[in-house]
């Protein structure tokens, strides 16, 4: 991994200008409140990025909806809050247009659309569980299994504060494999919405078959090969 650090990096670096704007039916106050402006990581999720969102929108809801889940919404859209903010971008926005225009909301929140995230420990047991599934493919869950508690505090912390080197450090040990065999199977999810009415495409692959190190061409082809089989 000490060779694609800087790639990493630059990926983990990843941001996007978004532009909130609390949902006109919900201002409560005579003059509606200026929209906010942030850069956001792409790689993070937006309850851990949007405090100061709600603290900058709430004061001009009525008070009765202060202590409401606050929740986002693109274009009739709302937010999955469990993906990767670039993920949702990437998904939703077709003609790339920025600052991403995110209308907020504090009223009639879809329970039948989204997940409730009442606090970040729920992001941070969503973040656990995630990496939990991907080592059980990787390793069996072994390294998962061996790592301190410590250890799984550094990744959602890292995470939690956009410290790169904080994650890293911890996360390298989920990556390491050894040359010969690499991982026992690829954990990935293609979403292709165009593809397939389910959320996200997902199955078994190896890093190696018949001694030949598998592309994600090779990944992509065989996507495609099992829609083609199941449509």
């Known amino acids: 991994m000490a060779e694609d650090r800087e790639i990493l990096r630059e990926i983990w670096e990843g941001r996007l200008p978004v ?12 003059i509606a409140p200026d929209p906010f402006y942030l850069m956001v990581p792409r790689l993070t999720y937006f309850p851990l990025v949007t405090d100061k969102v709600r603290r900058h929108f709430v004061r001009c809801v009525v008070p009765e909806k202060h202590d409401n889940e606050m929740w986002l919404e693109f274009e009739k859209f ?3 809050w469990h993906y990767p903010i670039g993920l949702i971008y990437d998904l939703l926005v077709t003609n790339s247009e920025l600052p991403w225009q995110i209308t907020v909301h504090f009223d009639k929140y879809p329970d039948n659309k989204l997940l409730k995230c009442p606090s970040k420990d729920v992001v941070e047991s969503h973040l656990m569980h995630s ?3 991907a080592d059980a493919l990787k390793h069996k869950n072994h390294i998962m299994a061996l790592m301190q508690e410590r250890d799984h505090k550094q990744l959602w912390l890292g995470l939690l504060h956009d410290r790169f080197d904080q994650f890293w450090s911890a996360n390298r040990k989920l990556m390491e494999h050894s040359a010969e065999d690499g991982f026992r199977y690829i954990p990935f999810r293609l979403y292709a919405p ?11 692959v190896k890093s190696i078959e018949n001694e030949k190190r598998l592309t994600l061409e090779d990944l992509l082809q ?10």
């Open 19 to 30: 532009c909130f704007t609390l949902a006109t039916e919900e201002v409560s106050t005579p």
């Open 78 to 80: 709302p937010l999955k």
């Open 222 to 231: 065989r996507a495609n090969l099992n829609f083609e089989s199941k449509g």
């Open 131 to 133: 990496l939990k599934e």
């Open 194 to 204: 165009q593809l397939t009415s389910k959320p996200f495409m997902q199955y078994l």
